[in-house]
């Protein structure tokens, strides 16, 4: 089945009962039995739910994985993936990331005897620098969060392989609908379906996706531990959300250019950040593991102006200054003062995270209407 098929129909069956095509919300906590263990499969909902097994089915299909788990949130998912680890272990991750996953490695579990290396990873021979013994798991997001800077997942899986850690990858920015970790190397595809999967900006959710047996009963087995599972109104909106994941990618794709390409010649900004351009350091890698560049970007403006940055997200209409990303409507964020701000700022200002930088996630509306807005708000 081709990618576009998988969305629609991936690792789904018609309702058994009354041949619904979509699964039905299977609102319910527990399941009745005739004896006890003598059940249809189901017995509690924080175990199985039949809602959210579809979803999870889904999940595997789109990302070429054989099992899907679904969780409460995205970080709920990247909780999940660190309680595989024990004190003592260690992490290399990416220095550029989301802040709430920073937060989560350095406030939580740094307490818990876990220790986190982040560096930049653009060159992936850096990272043996940093393996030893006790590393277990290599965390790599890419495209990266706020920066749009690119990892090459390939190399970085030869060298995850090569000393037997786990590699993992946050694949939220974007999608399986240009980038499959699991067939570049990767062991766990991570995603916050907040985001693209579930497209709306309705529901959130965490993913993950693995082809590994073993690797997923372990995460089986935290999931239901743990319990940070979603419940099956959410699992219903991010199954359908998927089932048009690839024309919305399309269209995020297409408007995502427009816009980088705009700002690029606008006289008031100093720099895009967008994998698209030749210019962009790991343009060739972009594109060798990925089938287009995305909807996310982010610039900075002449200056490096805290205050003029401030003021043209809050004078931009139709780009709505909110946190999350990857809906079909376009959003604005201000990342030194928002998604973050959980970051020291020294430390973000390592990777770029200055005060005038602006992150857009470019929705699916009309282009002339997106460009117009980010005229009138620059001038
Ligand atoms: O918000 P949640 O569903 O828990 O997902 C966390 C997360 C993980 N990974 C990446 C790359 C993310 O972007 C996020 C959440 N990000 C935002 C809310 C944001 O505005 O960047």
Request: aromatic share 8%.
């Amino acid at each position: 089945m081709k990618f576009n098929t998988k969305t629609i129909h991936g690792g789904q069956e018609h309702d058994k009962a009354y041949g619904a095509v979509m699964p039905p919300i299977y609102q319910t906590s527990t399941y009745a039995q005739s004896t006890p263990g003598g059940h249809k499969g189901y017995e509690y909902s924080r175990t199985h739910n039949p809602t959210r097994n579809a979803l999870e089915n889904a999940f595997a299909s789109i990302e070429n994985g054989n099992y899907g788990l679904a969780f409460g949130s995205g970080l709920a998912a990247i909780d999940a993936i660190i309680k595989l680890l024990k004190p003592g272990d260690e992490v290399v991750s990416t220095n550029d990331l989301y802040g709430g996953t920073y937060r989560l490695f350095t406030k939580i579990y740094e307490s818990f005897g876990i220790k986190f290396h982040f560096i930049g990873m653009e060159n992936a021979d850096k990272i043996e620098s940093y393996v030893n013994n006790n590393t277990k798991l290599i965390w790599v997001e890419t495209p990266t969060n706020p920066m749009l800077n690119i990892i090459d997942i390939k190399a970085v899986s030869k060298v995850a392989k090569k000393h037997n850690i786990l590699l993992a990858v946050d694949n939220t920015f974007a999608t399986p609908y240009l980038q499959r970790p699991l067939d570049l190397g990767a062991d766990i595809v991570m995603h916050s379906a907040t985001k693209y999967l579930g497209g709306h900006s309705d529901v959130v959710m965490g993913a993950l996706v693995v082809k590994n047996k073993e690797l997923a009963d372990r995460l089986y087995f935290i999931q239901n531990a743990s319990g940070a599972i979603c419940g099956p109104q959410d699992s219903f909106l991010v199954l359908r959300g998927i089932k048009t994941l690839h024309v919305r990618m399309q269209r995020h794709c297409e408007n995502g250019k427009a816009v980088a390409e705009f700002l690029a010649n606008h006289p008031k900004i100093e720099k895009v950040y967008w994998p698209g351009f030749e210019t962009h350091p790991n343009h060739e890698i972009a594109k060798s593991q990925m089938d287009n560049f995305g909807g996310m970007l982010s610039f900075t403006t002449k200056g490096n102006d805290y205050d003029a940055s401030v003021k043209i997200v809050e004078k931009l209409k139709i780009f709505t200054l909110a946190e999350s990303l990857g809906g079909v409507e376009s959003l604005s964020g201000h990342p030194a003062s928002m998604t973050h701000a959980s970051i020291p700022k020294e430390e973000r200002e390592k990777t770029g995270v200055i005060d005038s930088l602006i992150r857009l996630s470019v929705g699916i509306e009309d282009i002339d209407d997106l460009i117009n807005d980010l005229k009138q708000a620059l001038d």
